[in-house]
């Protein structure tokens, strides 16, 4: 599947099969994709390529570690990789077409905004499980 930044200056490419995704209700990724909470897909590096607009990414790196990757044109968040675990994070709304793909997991729903109504589907964690675990949690073919 095939996925753009809002001005579609940057794009890529994500081979299958897709993984399920995740929605974190965190302060920080609240802040970072500007609503209720981010939904993102964490792929395999050696799935995910650029097609084109790498070198328009900018960073901007927390001291804790958490990282938002933006276009430097519009500001859309980019895919970015996962510190060293070889896997990609890729915001979802970044995604062109209509790929059927599924939210396994609600995360950090302990700090949720008040106003936010929790989907009902997929495991719900009061943070988050290891990052390991959520990984294989979002490859596993069965729910
Ligand atoms: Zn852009
Ligand atoms: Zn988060």
Redesign the pocket.
């Known amino acids: 599947m095939k996925g753009?930044?809002?001005?579609?200056?940057?794009a890529f490419e994500i081979d299958g099969p897709y993984p399920k995704l995740y929605q974190c209700h965190c302060s920080l990724c609240r802040k970072q994709g500007g609503s209720v909470s981010n939904t993102g897909l964490i792929v395999a590096a050696d799935k995910f390529r650029w097609v084109t607009?790498e070198p328009?990414i900018s960073t901007w790196i927390r001291e804790t570690g958490f990282r938002s990757y933006f276009?430097?044109?519009?500001?859309?968040p980019?895919p970015n990789p996962l510190r060293d675990t070889g896997y990609i994070w890729v915001p979802s709304g970044l995604i062109d077409g209509d790929e059927s793909l599924e939210i396994a997991a609600q995360l950090y729903i302990d700090s949720k905004a008040p106003w936010d109504e929790l989907p009902s589907g997929g495991r719900h964690f009061e943070t988050a499980p290891g990052l390991t675990e959520l990984i294989a949690l979002l490859h596993s073919r069965s729910t």
């Open positions: 753009s930044c809002l001005c579609g200056a940057i607009g328009l276009c430097s044109r519009c500001g859309a980019v």
